[in-house]
Each structure stands twice: as C-alpha cells, then as structure tokens.
C-alpha cells in the first residue's frame, strides 16, 4: 500500500460512523431485514467500513461500535467473508460435531469477531503494512477474541468463544450474548450450535446453572439441548438434572457432616438469610446464584453507617446520610463525582467534617430502599457515587434502619464470600467423588453429574420468524414469490438435506 493509501485509509477509519453496541441488531437497526439471510447480511455489509486485508486475502468490513459514551469505550466488530475457495476444509467440522453433517455446502461462511487489543492492534497493523504478508496474519485463526461466531450462507452458524471480564474484556458475558443473539435473530439466522465449555471461577457453568435452574447458562437465551456425548440423551440428560436437584440437604449433611464440618455451617448460613425453606440442593444453589446477582463485587453491603467510635450523634449521621440520598436521587440513577454531592448537601449541613465523614463511610451501604454505590472513575480518577433501587429486590424495607434479622444478614454476605462458599460445596459435593458418596444414595449424585457435563452441544433455533414475501412485477408475470428457504429430499438417499 502506497503512503497515499494509508493516509486516505486512515481518514476513512477516522470518519467511520459509530453504532450503538446495547441496540446494534434490534429490528430497524441498522437496516430493516426483511429477506433471507444472505440478503440481510448483504444489506449490513452495505453500512460497514470496508477493509483492506492484505494479510488473509479474505475480504472483511467493520463497524465501529459505542459501548459507552462516557467515559467513551469502543470496541470494533469484524465481518470476514471465507469463500469456499479459501477453506481448508470444504466440509464444516462444527457441523459435524452438533449433526449437521448432512447439510449442503455452502459456497461462501461469515465470521463476526469481536477481538481483543492485541488481536485487533495487530490485525490493524498488518492492513496497514506493518506486519508483512508473507506472516500470513488471519484474524479468524487467531484464539482469545471477545466473541467468535460463523454463518454460512444457508444461515446456519456457530457461536465458537465468548469470552467476558474473566477473559479480559470489558464486557460481561452476558452483554456479548445479548449482542450475539441480536445479531442472529436481526439477520433471520436458521439454527445456531455452540460447545458449551463456559466456567466462572473454575465451576462448568452447564452443571451449576443446570442444578440450579434446570438449563445451561446460554439457556437464557433459548440454547437447548443439541447433542450428548458418550450416547446422551434428551431424556437421560433432564434425569440427571432432576436427581441432583431433589437431593434433600438433610440427607447430605447426614452423609457428608460428620467427616466435613464445613458443609452444615455453610448450609445453616443461607438458610438463615433466606425468606424460604431451602430443602434442597437445587433450592440452595438457585438461592446463592440469584443472591449473588445483588450483590456488590467486593464490599460488605452493611445498613450501619455510625461507628461505635464516631464524635457526631446517629442522628447527625442520619440527618446527613439522608441529605446525600436526596442529591443523588436528583442525579437521576446517574454516576455524580463526590465533589458535586458534597457542593449540593452543604446547602443543608454547614459541617463539613461530617459530609466527609459521611461520603466515606457510605460507599456500597444500603439507606432505605437504595444502594448507595461509589467507585472511582478509571478515566477522570475521581470518586463518583451513584444509586441503585433495591425496594424490588427486598420488598419491605422502610427506613434507614433494617429490623429484620434476616435482611441484616444478608445485607452483611458479600460476594466473595458466597462465591468461597459456593465453589466449596461445587467441588466437595458435585464434582469431587469422595469415599461417602461412591456407595448408597449419593452415588447418584457423580453419575448425574458427569452425564450432565458430556452435554456440551446446545442448539438455538430462530425458524420461528422466516420471511416470505410476493412481488408483484406489474408485467406478464401475475406475481413472483421469493423463496428463501427449502428442504431438498435426494430419492436415491432418502435423506433431506437444508439449503
């Protein structure tokens, strides 16, 4: 590429309209998609910013995607077109795992790829001659992307990775899933197949969320039951869920107490926080996951903001805390700098000592039926507070004063607690074979759990809203119908096949 080419490159790059990552794939935005898949994908290509990719020799196109505006985050969506040609393998292997393997070739496949830094920094480069072709830089062979996924043009696809905060990204898992499905159901994809090998902290997700809520963790997003490894199927994998999921905590401490202490406390611990019996371990594991969602990352969420040692009285304290609620609920639910919430309480409470005392004690406690969040702007390095409405997730709560002993519980568990705890009991009683449970009851219990973790292909079908439209052409022709979709049925094999 000449030094005129990449300048001209560059403010094409500079001038890229941005879209909005929380709505990108809604329907209207940024096309109306209105036909079959090939046509949908073709008239998203018409918005993006065309690359150049001397590297792969595969053409690709960008979208230059808002996360947020402030502080501003960008993150960069790839579209690379694989034509067969360029495959090293004319037949899917994806579709071969999940029993596709019957469908027609396809001529041409799309891979969307959310990158890394690095991933997307080097792929720049190499467009931009920094990296020499002869390195054969191919973004789509490349591991470690934010979000991989493939269609081919029948509109089957694969979701390969989505990889979240764990992974280094500054999205969470379930924010890409959000934007993978939109993508799939704006672009009217067919059927979509992923190898579940998700884990948070260690823990496969597809046997915590299994025994929990009775699905995987993309079973939210309607992924179901694909394909069992090892023979599994449909019904043996919903037994397995249902024999962990009945099993009565009473009879695990029976089993399990005497030679390990730590699993009653632990037990005894959320019992007494929650508002229900929990009977058992479905029940337990269900509770800990949905507590955990409400709680801050990693501060004690406690009601007490007054101090045994404190020099102002719990009524100045009060007086304060609620004159810092009232200006954050002006704010709207938005983010304020500590500066700005303590300009607007000082036209109530003269003593500034006390706001102070007040804006640093109250971080992440609970004032009535608000949250009171405060972290520091990665950006601007300043401490910004702002409120959370809990009133729906402890319905109830009155007052800055919580009298409910197990509501004081809970507000006392912090997350890295629950996720101690939880991981203990997933590794102790779900995955781990002790000596106690490889005879009598709880035997049931590694047999169901390693047929639920050979359940690693989920499937999505979107067939639900296929297109079909009649164009009438005005001539000889009395209307013309456009197909978008059939089932080919070869005689000789007795087999359909998509296309």
């Known amino acids: 590429m000449s030094y005129l080419d990449l300048i001209s490159s560059r403010k094409r790059k500079r001038e890229e309209r941005v879209f909005r990552f929380k709505i990108f794939g809604e329907n209207g935005y940024p096309a109306e998609f209105d036909g079959s898949f090939e046509q949908n994908i073709r008239k998203l290509l018409e918005l993006a910013h065309f690359d150049r990719n001397n590297c792969s020799r595969m053409p690709s196109w960008s979208f230059k995607l808002e996360v947020i505006r402030q502080p501003t985050l960008h993150i960069t969506l790839f579209v690379v077109e694989e034509p067969i040609e360029a495959s090293l393998e004319h037949h899917c292997k994806h579709c071969q795992y999940v029993g596709w393997g019957q469908n027609m070739i396809c001529n041409r496949k799309y891979h969307f790829v959310l990158p890394s830094k690095e991933t997307e920094a080097a792929f720049l480069n190499c467009q931009d001659g920094a990296i ?288 101690k705890d939880m991981l203990y009991l997933y590794k102790c009683i779900l995955k781990d074979q002790k000596p106690t449970m490889i005879h009598g009851v709880l035997s049931a219990i590694p047999a169901a759990a390693r047929i639920i973790l050979d359940t690693k292909y989920l499937v999505k079908e979107y067939n639900g809203e296929l297109p079909w439209k009649i164009h009438h052409t005005g001539h000889e022709e009395a209307g013309k119908m456009t197909l978008c979709y059939c089932t080919v049925l070869l005689r000789d094999k007795k087999r359909a096949m998509k296309w």
């Open 132 to 419: 020499s072709t002869k390195d054969n830089f191919n973004l789509v062979q490349l591991q470690g992307h934010l979000m991989h996924g493939i269609f081919h043009s029948n509109g089957f696809g694969h979701l390969l990775c989505v990889n979240g905060m764990e992974g280094g990204s500054n999205l969470a898992g379930r924010q890409i899933m959000e934007f993978w499905d939109r993508l799939c159901t704006g672009l009217r994809a067919r059927k979509v197949s992923l190898n579940d090998i998700s884990q948070k902290r260690s823990m496969e997700l597809r046997l915590l969320h299994g025994v929990a809520f009775s699905e995987p963790w993309f079973g939210r997003w309607g992924y179901k039951f694909g394909r069992g490894s090892f023979g599994v199927t449909r019904p043996m994998h919903q037994k397995a869920i249902e024999t962990i999921q009945g099993m009565p905590l009473c009879i695990l401490v029976h089993y399990l107490g005497s030679s390990n202490h730590h699993i009653p406390v632990i037990f005894s611990r959320y019992q007494t926080v929650s508002d229900h019996s929990l009977v058992t371990l479905g029940d337990l594991f269900r509770f800990m996951l949905e507590l955990k969602t409400h709680l801050p990352e990693e501060h004690c969420v406690d009601s007490h903001v007054v101090e045994p040692t404190c020099r102002w009285s719990p009524k100045r304290v009060e007086m304060a805390t609620r004159v810092i609620v009232e200006a954050l609920k002006k704010a709207e639910f938005k983010w304020v700098s500590r500066q700005d919430v303590r300009d607007a309480a000082r036209a109530y409470i003269g003593d500034t000592g006390l706001l102070d005392f007040v804006l640093k004690s109250l971080g992440n406690h609970v004032v009535g039926n608000y949250l009171v969040r405060r972290c520091l702007n990665p950006v601007t390095k300043v401490l910004e507070y702002c409120l959370e409405d809990v009133s729906n997730v402890y319905p109830g709560q009155q007052g800055s004063v919580i009298s409910n002993s197990k509501m004081k519980g809970r507000y006392k568990m912090t997350r890295p607690q629950l996720m």
